[in-house]
């Protein structure tokens, strides 16, 4: 089969596309022709060596897939040939990578397809999706009526944040780096959405929630609580996702003195079972048309250097390229 590889970390450019055996399902597993798959920051962290990881040369990346089962494993029970699936999560802690033709994936990480969904749309939101689910229900608690406010309304986690935090009953606000974008976060329902380029975001805030900030979702790699904290009500949650190497000065008295509290979390440490009810929310919104992916654009598989180069610039590069998810087809 045709798939996208590395034998060593680095650059965009020691990624291979080429010819490897197919794998076989074992007997929980699944064997998937894959659809669509879709590029996360943290592709680019493990092709890159930026975050160590243990990998097994070759290597294939990829952490989403969509696709429809092909074979299944003796004991699997829940899925049978034919079947449309996605996936997230996939591509460490022995699982195989998805950026390949073919991707075996233990059927304790599929989800149906809801029917009249395209590989694209699902795999698209998939990971992201995921991530401000659990981010918002299971670590944050987000109750119906409280402020939250979010970096990047059209970024891969951000447009899912927006999106779901609406859906849970917030009042939502968010910024975007170009009119462009402060326009598409506004047409994701954010309340208010402001160009942190031309604009002046904290009073905007200021002005929004005069009692403060109940959520700061932060997708920034260098969070900055200097800011953040003094922006935040009583009791004021602040979640944190990205920024490894991030040691940001914290300021001590807007945060205790308020009763606040931080949240750091980090989806890939949440089991199947636990993501399962995240999942199967995304599923029926979808369907419903609750919400939907933001897709910059489709490329080959054959591009997945191309893509992560992309990915690179825009997240790590902060040159903002990317308005939504790459997403790659065999
Ligand atoms: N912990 C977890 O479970 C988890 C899960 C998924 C992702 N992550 C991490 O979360 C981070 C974000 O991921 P992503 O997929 O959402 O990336 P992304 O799609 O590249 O989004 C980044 C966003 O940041 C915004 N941004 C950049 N500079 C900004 C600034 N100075 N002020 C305000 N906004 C700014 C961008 O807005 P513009 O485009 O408008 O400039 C963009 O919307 C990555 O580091 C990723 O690895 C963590």
């Known amino acids: 089969m045709k798939a996208s590889y590395i034998n060593q970390t680095g650059p965009a450019n020691v990624i291979q596309y080429g010819e490897l055996p197919a794998p076989k399902p074992n007997a929980s597993e699944c064997l998937i022709k894959v659809g669509a798959v879709d590029v996360n920051p943290l592709d680019v962290y493990i092709r890159s060596g930026m975050v160590p990881a243990k990998l097994t040369f070759p290597h294939i990346l990829g952490r989403d897939v969509a696709g429809t089962v092909a074979e299944c494993g003796s004991i699997v029970t829940k899925f049978k040939p034919g079947d449309r699936v996605w996936a997230s999560n996939q591509g460490f802690d022995a699982r195989s990578g998805t950026f390949a033709e073919f991707a075996v994936v233990d059927e304790v990480w599929l989800h149906a397809i809801p029917k009249g969904i395209s590989d694209e749309d699902i795999v ?180 997945t250097a191309v893509a992560h180069q992309l990915q690179e610039e825009s997240t790590i590069g902060k040159k903002g390229t990317l308005a939504g998810k790459l997403v790659l087809k065999p």
């Open 124 to 303: 698209a939101l998939s990971l992201v999706a995921i991530t401000a689910h659990l981010g918002l229900v299971n670590v944050a608690k987000l109750q119906p009526g409280e402020t939250l406010f979010v970096n990047g309304g059209t970024g891969g986690v951000g447009s899912c944040v927006v999106q779901i935090a609406k859906i849970l009953g917030a009042r939502v606000m968010t910024t975007g780096g170009s009119d462009d974008k402060v326009r598409a976060c506004l047409k994701l329902g954010a309340d208010l959405a402001i160009n942190y380029k031309t604009q002046d975001v904290d009073a905007a805030i200021k002005n929004f929630a005069p009692n403060g900030i109940n959520l700061w979702w932060e997708t920034l790699r260098e969070p900055n609580f200097e800011r953040a904290l003094p922006l935040l009500s009583s009791r004021g949650r602040i979640v944190i996702m990205a920024g490894r190497d991030a040691r940001p000065v914290f300021p001590v008295g807007p945060f205790y003195t308020k009763n606040c509290s931080v949240h750091g979390f980090a989806m890939f440490n949440f089991s199947a079972e636990e993501q399962r009810p995240a999942a199967n929310d995304v599923n029926q919104w979808l369907a419903q048309g609750l919400i939907r992916p933001r897709i910059d654009r489709v490329l080959p598989l054959a591009q």
